[in-house]
């Protein structure tokens, strides 16, 4: 088993050494330091590069959301947020968090989380390594990445479901693939925005994204889906990435790991 090494941070030296002790009891997880603040935080993840950061969100001086802020990047660690507060849950989400813990941590919630952070691990990993299969299949074959991803998924004419079902409590609502814009992501919930209504699904982006035609449905950033059909235009900002254009007004970033892939598009 790779284990996820691991960080934790909180204000409060109690809080620290119980996370810490309840953290040894589960193989998959190595702490490799505790931070008492912000600034400790920042210095110990540029230091150990973990996996995995368990962060409180209120500290004295820099709190646990400017914590994430400094470290945006596409080599951050998957973060938990551990409070005793659950107001700031969905800001937890838009930063990207893999989970949000209430304090006092119960064992089986905290168990959860952790199983969580190594399902994205292996998400992320399984992701990278089909990046890199699909680069060298289009080296050798000249195809398009979007022709070459159904080459390897083993996808035909039809395959691709209509709508897609999202369940809320007792509702049930079916939502028509074709009306999807985008998606973007939050923790493990997809906001899908369709027909002029964003709908939430509790669902990874993986799973997600293996539901709807990638000829049909480009990523442009770790956390986005975008419908090719809607895009309308695109500008190119000074850095070299793309701002895309779609029908209603909407506008999503290219990151740098996602504008090949949206050149590509743009020049067929």
Request: proline share 3%.
């Amino acid at each position: 088993m790779n284990t996820l090494t691991a960080i934790i941070v909180d204000d409060e030296s109690l809080a620290r050494r119980g996370l810490a002790v309840r953290l040894q009891q589960l193989p998959q997880v190595d702490v490799v330091a505790e931070c008492a603040n912000g600034e400790e935080a920042l210095v110990a993840i540029a230091q150990h590069a973990p996996d995995l950061v368990f962060l409180d969100i209120q500290m004295p001086g820099m709190d646990g959301f400017q914590v994430v802020n400094e470290l945006q990047g596409d080599a951050m660690p998957m973060v938990v947020f551990v409070t005793a507060y659950d107001e700031y849950a969905v800001e937890a989400f838009r930063v990207h968090a893999v989970d949000y813990v209430l304090k006092p941590i119960d064992d089986d919630r905290l168990h959860e989380a952790v199983e969580r952070a190594v399902a994205h691990r292996d998400q992320q990993a399984s992701s990278e390594s089909k990046e890199k299969l699909v680069k060298l299949v289009m080296s050798m074959t000249g195809e398009s990445a979007s022709g070459v991803e159904g080459m390897l998924e083993g996808d035909g004419p039809g395959s691709w479901p209509e709508k897609i079902t999202i369940k809320d409590g007792n509702d049930i609502r079916f939502i028509r693939v074709a009306d999807i814009r985008w998606v973007d992501a939050a923790g493990d919930y997809m906001c899908i925005h369709a027909g002029g209504e964003t709908h939430i699904m509790r669902i990874t982006m993986k799973q997600l994204e293996g539901m709807l035609n990638p000829a049909v449905f480009l990523r442009v950033h770790r956390s986005t889906l975008v419908n090719t059909g809607c895009i309308t235009g695109a500008q190119t900002l000074d850095n070299g990435e793309f701002l895309l254009n779609l029908e209603g007004g909407a506008q999503l970033k290219v990151s740098r790991s996602y504008r090949e892939r949206i050149r590509e598009f743009l020049s067929r």
